[in-house]
């Protein structure tokens, strides 16, 4: 199951509102993760399950979607937000990345 | 709090076997509900998903990778370990290790993964 994501590098301010999106080549439930990954570390993840914040990531972040669309907001974005996110599927095997999403800083 | 570390040779040459170690702490890795994955990143890009182990043994290989590939667990040690033969410059990368929580809702069940280790350059190269 191939993943798209896109933009794939967007430039934004502190305190905007950014969304990403990620488009499965084939419908996927709602079995999709997000991560955020900064330079030389391991990817966090931020959202399991589609729209399920995973315990102790800020509520600035929300997920949502279903079938083959999906999508990563960010509400009001933070200094410690830029950074490169991913999306995953974990609906069938082989489980599968989107390119990412680069957000820096305008 | 659960901690993973990978360890290994930073340097394999072409045509060799590659062989990483991930020693969790924190938590057994015989628990029920986990599967103990590899996940890789060459330099400059995306996310590869290796293959995971479940906490009873059973295995699942990326199918580009399969036939090279063999997770193993070493539960006395708390440990899974990855080995990957005939390994060419295509396998330079960053090598995570992560655990990978199962649940089950109502349309089936699937995995997240929830704690990662810091990850380990392995450069081939002769």
């Known amino acids: 199951i191939q993943l798209t994501q896109s933009p794939s590098s967007l430039s934004a301010s502190v305190g905007d509102r950014v969304t990403i999106t990620c488009r499965a080549s084939?419908?996927?439930?709602?079995?999709l993760a997000w991560y955020q990954q900064k330079p030389g570390k391991a990817p966090r993840l931020l959202i399991y399950?589609?729209?399920t914040l995973q315990s102790g990531v800020p509520s600035r972040f929300s997920g949502s979607g279903s079938g083959t669309d999906f999508t990563l907001t960010v509400s009001s974005l933070q200094p410690e937000d830029f950074a490169t996110y991913y999306c995953?599927?974990?609906?069938?095997?082989?489980?599968?990345f989107g390119q990412g999403t680069k957000l820096e800083i305008q | 709090q659960v901690q993973l570390q990978e360890s290994g040779p930073g340097l394999v040459k072409p045509s060799q076997t590659l062989s990483l170690t991930c020693t969790v702490s924190?938590?057994?890795?015989?628990?029920?509900?986990?599967?103990w994955s590899w996940i890789r990143q060459p330099p400059g890009k995306g996310l590869e998903w290796i293959g995971y182990i479940y906490s009873r043994g059973s295995t699942y290989y990326n199918p580009s990778l399969e036939g090279r590939l063999t997770i193993s667990l070493a539960t006395s040690k708390n440990q899974f370990s990855l080995k990957l033969t005939s390994v060419t410059a295509a396998d330079t990368a960053v090598y995570y290790c992560a655990r990978a929580q199962f649940y089950s809702d109502a349309n089936g069940s699937s995995n997240y993964f929830d704690y990662w280790g810091q990850g380990t350059l392995v450069t081939v190269s002769s």
């Open positions: 084939q419908g996927i439930r709602s079995y």
């Open positions: 995953q599927q974990l609906d069938s095997y082989p489980f599968t």
């Open positions: 924190g938590g057994s890795i015989s628990s029920f509900d986990y599967y």
């Open positions: 399950a589609a729209s």
